[in-house]
């Protein structure tokens, strides 16, 4: 971790005196990013490399927030972020706590100088390997300039491993990948409270193809990851010359990778405080049967892959296990700090930003659906005519009008509880609460899928899900031009 | 050269940066370096949040004969032995991948600065006023609306980009928007939104805003599809296709945006030879469409793009007949026509440089007013928004545009339209364009997309589906 040299206390003791109402939240968000991506190799400049820290620091009073940000973490810039969101300005200036970053975390000097301006000490590659500075990184933050070369062969030999994983399908299609590893450190310190650093480290990969494009994300790059890539450029490839489904209404079967983005759209959007607090009061969705009682779906971050699971929110506050649905009935919808104070009745810890220079927001990091009981067999019997639906594109919600839509670049028609020939394009679309009542089995196999990238309010947020397959019953789907 | 880079000492770093990359055989070698602040102030619901950003950060790309690198970074612009490529101490990746050459630079014209780039952010009370302000002009225009969600964001920057050939710019920049969702009364009411730009948030007026809001609301809480095979489906009594419809700059550039591919890159140029016909040209005589990114006025005027090249005023299309497509100096190998113009974006320094429209629009009429055009509409539609993004079936070469507006009648407005579908070809709306009129405005969507209000005819409206 980073944050080794962050004088947490003095930090926090600092924030303390511009808490100066009862109710007053303060809090410093510190955050470092490193993004380093392998383009496909007929593209130029070759690896690319991103890295970047600062922080921000948010008063909440009231219904109203003030908040000042800042590129890079050095002592002055944070006593004049201090000063712009206080209220109330001290007969002498605040204390400067000591809120440098270590510097070797980074593997480079980015970090440094963006540290401490001119004062920082550039760190350097295998710097925190060679001094074993304690607490300092991870194994994968410390690799260094060998680490570095490691990383960019790492991404290297994934596309290699993509190809041959096509071949084994039996196909030989070009495709072209841009490989992106994302890692985020983060520390808040709020007045009363100092949270345990965070820390994700993922990737992303977006896979091109004549006949399509493909996106995924990857706690790591591994075997069943690159099977998953290639699985997609498949699909894609087999269903090149499927004709789009004409518009019907019937069995629509969708496979786990499918339903993570259904969640996420459906349930955990439609659940954000800020998306329920347009039609009304936030709480008034609690007890509500949103759903078909064979949905349980919970967000919960602390059991997202190890790589990007988090025991603390973006705002400090511990994570739990969110029962979204319980049988189908709304039990704890997404807050955060600003919407718990407005609602009592909603429980925060889920507060997440995309950047230190954008205020949180209730958000889901995490879904799962559990498993039901039903088998593969169950799930596509007496489906004659439905479609079977491995992998959404995309998703939206209109949080006004309740419409839901989710597009799918192909799919295959059910036929004798069979899966038989491919369909190009389509999209389901409906009223959430209809849709969510459609459900009727749930498989019994879950699986890990990065749901993908959200953007909603312009914050590019990673999120994630676990879940089985997923029966609807009387849903509308229609050709995608 | 605009002007001399501020700070010699951001000067002097990026001098040794460039140095250290050419010395060690990176002859291209290119150090862009920027600094930033913006305001941003929000209404949601009841609570307000005010923000104060300031950014600072370099971005940096080189390549050898054989490779390339870029490297971005947030806070002061790495410089030293430490930096060194591949160097146990390095700052920078290896390189990697394919080489890339850098742009000669180019003598640009002379360019005065606009007077508000030096205006003050607008201060947060001020702000705040502001997005008040509209909630407030907007219940009186319909009572019971509400604004759901207001955001305003004023900010300005200064970069400088120096590269290994001798290329040293430096740029200000002054841009401010203003993100807007409303709904109209009743449970649950109708919804509407707006995304502007401007040059400075001052020019957001509340009142007129709240107009156009409440505008949208209104249509929309009470429009009724069009009827198809009526007048109102875009037909003449007489069965003829087509029909007149008037679209709004904000339908206008919509569509504009969906047609991009036949006016950005060298690949326009295929695709637009479909559209020809047998006199060469692509739209009726009334279609002018220019990219300018000194546009003066314009929400992103600078003299040069995120290159350093300069930007100039480039007609794509002139009176009907494809000029050229938007090129940038890499793409210009006489296998499209046209010279280059300075159009390489930078959306922001983590990003490379990409080319695209800056400021890119439909030539307006001086001399027509909209009340002109709108009299002169017998009997079709004057579409007044569009309420999603446009879809495109490219085999098919058609488009379709969620809209909403009215039917007209003898130049006036009869009733309120909504769940409406504009339909059609990219030929059939180029050579369809009757008039444009003067009041050409921009909204931010792939760049500044802008056009006045125009007059069409071979266009369909469907009731949605």
């Not at chain 1, 003095?10 to 109710?23: F, G, K, S, Y």
């Not at chain 1, 319980?326 to 997440?352: F, H, K, M, N, Y």
């Not at chain 2, 060469?280 to 990114?293: A, H």
């Amino acid at each position: 971790m980073p944050w080794s040299e962050l004088d947490t206390a003095a930090v926090a003791r600092t924030l303390a005196q511009i808490a100066e109402q009862p109710d007053d939240v303060v809090d410093a968000y510190f955050e470092r990013r490193e993004e380093v991506e392998l383009p496909p190799e007929d593209d130029a400049p070759g690896l690319r490399v991103w890295r970047e820290e600062g922080f921000a620091v948010r008063l909440l009073r009231g219904q109203r927030t003030w908040m000042a940000s800042r590129d890079g973490i050095a002592e002055q810039p944070f006593a004049e972020a201090l000063r712009q969101v206080a209220r109330a300005l001290p007969p002498v200036g605040y204390p400067e706590p000591r809120v440098r970053a270590t510097t070797s975390s980074f593997g480079g000097p980015f970090g440094a100088a963006g540290a401490s301006g001119a004062a920082g000490a550039p760190g350097t590659f295998g710097a925190a390997r060679a001094a074993g500075t304690p607490g300092d990184s991870g194994p994968a933050d410390a690799r260094g300039a060998a680490g570095f070369l490691d990383l960019a062969h790492e991404l290297r030999d994934f596309p290699l491993a993509v190809a041959r994983a096509i071949r084994a399908h039996h196909v030989g299609i070009p495709v072209r990948l841009t490989l992106r590893r994302h890692r985020r450190w983060l520390q808040v310190v709020g007045s009363r409270l100092v949270p345990e650093p965070q820390s994700e480290s993922f990737y992303s990969c977006v896979l091109e193809s004549q006949w399509g494009r493909h996106g995924a994300l990857l706690p790591r790059l591994d075997g069943a990851a690159a099977e998953q890539v290639a699985a997609a450029a498949v699909g894609l490839f087999r269903a090149r010359n499927a004709a789009a489904p004409a518009a019907f209404r019937g069995v629509a079967v969708l496979a786990p990778a499918a339903v993570a983005v259904l969640l996420h759209e459906a349930v955990a959007h439609a659940l954000e405080a800020d998306t329920l607090a347009r039609g009304g009061r936030p709480e008034a969705a609690i007890g509500l049967a949103l759903a078909a009682p064979c949905l349980d779906v919970l967000d919960d971050p602390a059991a997202a892959p190890t790589e990007v699971g988090r025991t603390s929110d973006d705002e400090g506050l511990p994570v739990s296990r969110r029962w979204l649905l319980r049988r189908g009935v709304v039990e704890q919808p997404l807050a955060d700090t600003a919407w718990s104070r407005l609602s009592p009745a909603l429980v925060p810890g889920a507060g997440r930003r995309g950047s230190r220079h954008l205020p949180p927001g209730p958000r889901s990091t995490h879904l799962e659906l559990l498993p039901g009981d039903a088998a593969e067999s169950d799930l596509l019997a007496q489906a004659n005519g439905g479609l079977h639906l491995p992998a959404a594109s995309r998703g939206g919600l209109d949080a006004l009008s309740g419409e839901f839509t989710l597009r799918f670049p192909h799919g295959r028609r059910i036929r004798r509880g069979t899966l038989a020939e491919p369909v190009g394009a389509c999209i389901l679309r409906g009223q959430v609460a209809d849709l969510l009542t459609r459900a009727t089995a749930v498989g019994r196999e879950t699986l890990a899928a990065g749901a993908g990238w959200c953007a909603k309010g312009g914050q590019k947020l990673p999120v994630w899900a676990t879940a089985p397959a997923l029966r609807l019953e009387g849903v509308a789907v229609e050709a995608d031009a | 050269m605009p002007s001399a880079p501020p700070g010699a000492a951001g000067d002097a770093a990026a001098a040794e940066v460039l140095r250290d990359l050419v010395r060690r055989g990176l002859a291209e070698a290119e150090v862009l370096t920027k600094r930033g602040r913006s305001r941003r102030l929000a209404l949601e619901l009841g609570s307000e949040t005010s923000t104060f950003s300031q950014e600072r950060a370099w971005a940096v790309r080189a390549s050898s004969r054989r490779a390339s690198f870029f490297a971005a970074g947030a806070g002061d612009l790495p410089a030293g032995e430490s930096a060194a490529p591949g160097s146990p101490g390095g700052a920078w990746p290896d390189a990697t991948g394919r080489p890339f050459r850098l742009p000669d630079p180019e003598a640009i014209p002379p360019w005065t600065p606009p007077s508000d780039i030096e205006a003050p952010l607008i201060g947060e009370s001020e702000g705040l006023r502001l997005l008040a302000s509209l909630g407030s002009e907007l219940a009186a225009e319909l009572p019971g609306a509400r604004l759901l969600h207001a955001a305003l964001e004023d900010g300005s920057s200064e970069s400088e980009l120096a590269s290994s050939r001798g290329l040293r710019v430096a740029c200000r920049r002054r841009l401010a928007t203003l993100r807007v969702e409303a709904t109209g009364p009743g449970h649950p009411g109708a919804g509407a939104a707006l995304y502007l730009a401007a040059r400075e948030a001052r020019r957001f007026h509340p009142k007129a805003l709240a107009r156009r809001l409440a505008d949208r609301l209104s249509v929309a809480a009470v429009g009724a599809p069009p009827r198809q095979g009526s007048a109102a489906s875009g037909k003449r009594a007489s069965g003829a296709p087509g029909g007149e419809i008037l679209l709004a700059p904000d339908v206008a550039s919509a569509l504009l945006a969906a047609l991009l591919p036949l006016l950005v890159g060298p690949a326009a140029v295929a695709r637009v030879s479909a559209l020809r016909d047998r006199r060469g040209r692509i739209g009726s005589e009334r279609l002018t469409i220019v990219d300018n990114g000194r546009l003066p006025g314009g929400a992103l005027e600078c003299p040069v793009d995120g290159e350093g090249m300069p930007c100039r005023e480039t007609v794509l299309v002139e009176e009907g007949v494809f000029r050229q497509p938007l090129l940038a100096w890499w793409q210009v190998d006489g296998a499209a026509p046209g010279a280059a113009s300075g159009c390489c974006r930078r959306a922001s320094w983590r990003d490379l440089p990409a080319p695209g429209p800056t400021h890119l629009y439909v030539r307006p009429d001086p001399k027509l007013s909209v009340a002109a055009l709108l009299a002169d509409v017998r009997h079709g539609h004057y579409l007044i928004d569009a309420t999603g993004p446009a879809r495109l079936d490219a085999e098919e070469d058609r488009f379709e545009l969620p809209v909403c507006g009215f039917a007209v009648e003898a130049g006036r407005a009869t009733a309120p339209i909504a769940g409406a579908r504009l339909c059609g070809t990219a030929a059939a709306l180029f050579k369809g364009i009757a008039a444009a009129a003067r009041d050409l405005s921009f909204l931010p969507l792939d760049g500044m997309l802008g056009s006045p209000t125009l007059l069409v005819t071979g266009l369909e409206l469907r009731a949605a589906t």
